[in-house]
């Protein structure tokens, strides 16, 4: 009776350091703050910054937490939300319940690829999800790929005008204002290959 091959879970699939944040702890403190989470615990480094003669010596700290330590640990919890805020602290919290954002790890050019091929409606609804999902949502190159998939070939007519106007527009450019434009183009085109040869 044959087996069927085992799937590596998505988790097994991560590197072993999953999160790194660094900051420096609000004002009039000058010290630094490290926080890493891997695979297995919550890493948290400090640097004392001090001109009191007591702290020159004073040597960086660390602690290291089990996922499941840091869960049950208040006061590293308020630490941390002090320091980097309460979204990293929620972000931290997820992955040390196992709940990871494994999209948010995909290469820029991989989320593209996969945006591209979204419905118009759902690429603006995930434009608004993230400041990084924004820059992605109305970048150039997403839409250079949005009209590849909708017209199969770009001429180089097409590619010029677009890089002139940007893809974004392009794309959203009725067809006859695009025939319009490329009229224009060739007339000025025509126009000035006329003037050189005068």
Same mark, same amino acid.
């Given at each position: 009776?044959?087996?069927?091959?085992? /799937?590596?879970?998505?988790?097994? #699939? =991560? %590197?072993?350091?999953?999160?790194?944040?660094?900051?420096?702890?609000?004002?009039?403190? @000058?010290?630094?703050?490290? =926080?890493?989470?891997?695979? @297995?615990?919550?890493?948290?480094?400090?640097?004392?910054?001090?001109?009191? *003669?007591?702290?020159?010596?004073?040597? !960086?700290?660390?602690?290291?937490? %089990?996922?499941?330590?840091?869960?049950?640990? !208040?006061? &590293?919890?308020?630490?941390?939300?002090?320091?980097?805020?309460?979204?990293?602290?929620?972000?931290?919290?997820?992955?040390?319940?196992?709940?990871?954002?494994?999209?948010?790890? =995909? !290469?820029?050019?991989?989320?593209?690829?996969?945006?591209?091929?979204?419905?118009?409606?759902?690429?603006?609804? =995930?434009?608004?999800?993230?400041?990084?999902?924004?820059? &992605?949502?109305?970048?150039? @190159? &997403?839409?250079?790929?949005?009209?590849?998939?909708? *017209?199969?070939?770009?001429?180089?007519?097409?590619?010029? #005008?677009?890089?002139?106007?940007?893809?974004?527009?392009?794309?959203?450019?009725?067809?006859?204002?695009?025939?319009?434009?490329? /009229?224009?183009?060739?007339?000025?085109?025509?126009?000035? %290959?006329? %003037?050189?040869?005068?």
């Amino acid at each position: 009776m044959a087996t069927a091959r085992r /799937r590596p879970k998505m988790a097994s #699939l =991560l %590197s072993d350091t999953l999160f790194e944040a660094r900051g420096q702890a609000p004002a009039p403190s @000058k010290d630094f703050y490290q =926080l890493i989470v891997t695979k @297995k615990e919550v890493i948290f480094r400090w640097w004392k910054i001090s001109l009191r *003669s007591e702290y020159r010596e004073a040597r !960086p700290g660390e602690l290291r937490e %089990s996922h499941e330590d840091f869960l049950d640990d !208040p006061s &590293l919890q308020i630490q941390i939300a002090i320091i980097f805020g309460a979204d990293t602290l929620d972000h931290t919290f997820n992955m040390c319940r196992g709940q990871f954002d494994f999209l948010v790890r =995909l !290469p820029d050019q991989l989320l593209m690829r996969i945006i591209s091929y979204l419905e118009l409606e759902d690429i603006t609804r =995930l434009s608004q999800v993230s400041h990084r999902f924004a820059a &992605l949502c109305n970048s150039d @190159k &997403l839409w250079e790929m949005v009209v590849q998939n909708l *017209s199969g070939k770009i001429t180089p007519e097409m590619r010029s #005008l677009a890089q002139e106007v940007g893809w974004k527009q392009f794309f959203f450019t009725n067809k006859i204002q695009l025939q319009q434009q490329f /009229r224009r183009r060739r007339e000025m085109g025509s126009d000035s %290959s006329e %003037s050189m040869s005068d």
